[in-house]
T-cell receptor, first 111, second 110 residues
Framework: DADVTQTPRNRITKTGKRIMLECSQT?????MYWYRQDPGLGLQLIYY???????NKGEISDGYSVSRQAQAKFSLSLESAIPNQTALYFC??????????FGSGTRLTVV | RKEVEQDPGPFNVPEGATVAFNCTYS??????FFWYRQDCRKEPKLLMS???SGNEDGRFTAQLNRASQYISLLIRDSKLSDSATYLC???????????FGTGTRLTIIP
């Protein structure tokens, strides 16, 4: 099993729908992150959490919300999806001072 | 100016050649540095950390130049399997968030 698991892997949704992307990890890391990746723009930080009671906005949090249900689970919600939220979404985890481990990504298309 | 900048490429390099990429960062308080490799439609995977003293792992060598605020990645004896996008990433002192460059695309030509 993967250390960082994202579900779903692919999703097509309609404008205005609420959608949740889920991330779970078995690495025992405290820190978890949500990024989106768009061609030519690189990885942009949406939200991050350093422990269960800590939630912080990243560079592009508008239109998104998160929930850290447990140390191992960090979910990302789009309350009302819009087409420019079409992107590849990555969850990542880390332990202090080390590089991130990424999940395999969720490819989201909003039509 | 972007916090982390990379030449997007593409770099088209013959098999067996040596190729080098640079990545510049704007904040002199940056503390930790990493190189990631990303294959098409896949997640980034940590290639190596970049230490002040440099870091070497087989055919790959990473260097840090704090005075000029850049990190570099050198790939020797390039293989077809090295074809990928290489991302650099930087954190600030006391801050665990990684800021990524947009990546440099490398294609190794047979």
């Amino acid at each position: 099993d993967a250390d960082v698991t994202q579900t779903p892997r692919n999703r097509i949704t309609k404008t205005g729908k609420r959608i949740m992307l889920e991330c779970s990890q078995t690495k025992g890391h405290d820190r978890m992150y949500w990024y989106r990746q768009d061609p030519g723009l690189g990885l942009q930080l949406i939200y991050y959490s350093f422990d269960v009671k800590d939630i912080n906005k990243g560079e592009i949090s508008d239109g998104y919300s998160v929930s850290r249900q447990a140390q191992a689970k960090f979910s990302l919600s789009l309350e009302s999806a819009i087409p420019n939220q079409t992107a590849l979404y990555f969850c990542a985890t880390s332990r202090g001072g080390e590089g991130y481990t990424f999940g395999s990504g969720t490819r989201l298309t909003v039509v | 100016r972007k916090e982390v900048e990379q030449d997007p490429g593409p770099f088209n390099v013959p098999e067996g050649a040596t190729v080098a990429f640079n990545c510049t960062y704007s904040n002199s308080a940056s503390q930790s540095f990493f190189w990631y490799r990303q294959d098409c439609r896949k997640e980034p995977k940590l290639l190596m950390s970049v230490y002040s003293s440099g870091n070497e792992d087989g055919r790959f060598t990473a260097q840090l130049n704090r005075a000029s605020q850049y990190i570099s990645l050198l790939i020797r004896d390039s293989k077809l399997s090295d074809s990928a996008t290489y991302l650099c990433a930087v954190t600030l002192f006391g801050n665990e968030k990684l800021t990524f460059g947009t990546g440099t695309r490398l294609t190794i030509i047979p």
